[in-house]
């Protein structure tokens, strides 16, 4: 079992930034590939960003890219979203979750195993 915690969410402007951790406990959290989705009101839960097990690769949605970094901290079992240039439509729920297939990246919210609680982020206009 593999226990995720998020937090860093809260209110920011348009244009603003926030970062958001999960800290992982339980099984082994170097071996995980770990990833970031976010469910806004009435829609599917999307995938955001993921990093592979090693850290030296992330993949990201296209409407994030240039403006999100995830990255990990394997000594205190973190993974983090980096949320710069923040827009109305980033509100969301987000989710980290965390999945133990060779494969990578995996984008599908089926292809993980691990979930968090959510943490919630409201982007101002």
């Known amino acids: 079992q593999v226990q995720l915690v998020e937090s860093g969410g809260g209110l920011v402007q348009a244009g603003g930034s926030l970062r958001l951790s999960c800290a992982a406990s339980?099984?082994?959290?170097?071996?995980?590939?770990m990833a970031w989705f976010r469910q806004a009101p009435g829609k599917e839960r999307e995938f955001v960003a993921t990093?592979?097990?090693?850290?030296?690769?992330?993949y990201y949605v296209d409407s994030v890219k240039g403006r999100f970094t995830i990255s990990r901290d394997k000594a205190k079992n973190t993974v983090y979203l980096q949320m710069n240039s923040l827009k109305p439509e980033d509100t969301a729920v987000y989710y980290c979750?965390?999945?133990?297939?060779?494969?990578?990246?995996?984008?599908?919210?089926?292809?993980?195993?691990?979930w968090g609680q959510g943490t919630q982020v409201t982007v101002s206009s």
């Open positions: 990093i592979n097990w090693r850290g030296d690769s992330t």
């Open positions: 339980g099984r082994t959290f170097s071996s995980a590939a």
């Open positions: 979750a965390a999945q133990y297939s060779s494969r990578w990246p995996r984008i599908l919210r089926v292809d993980y195993d691990y």
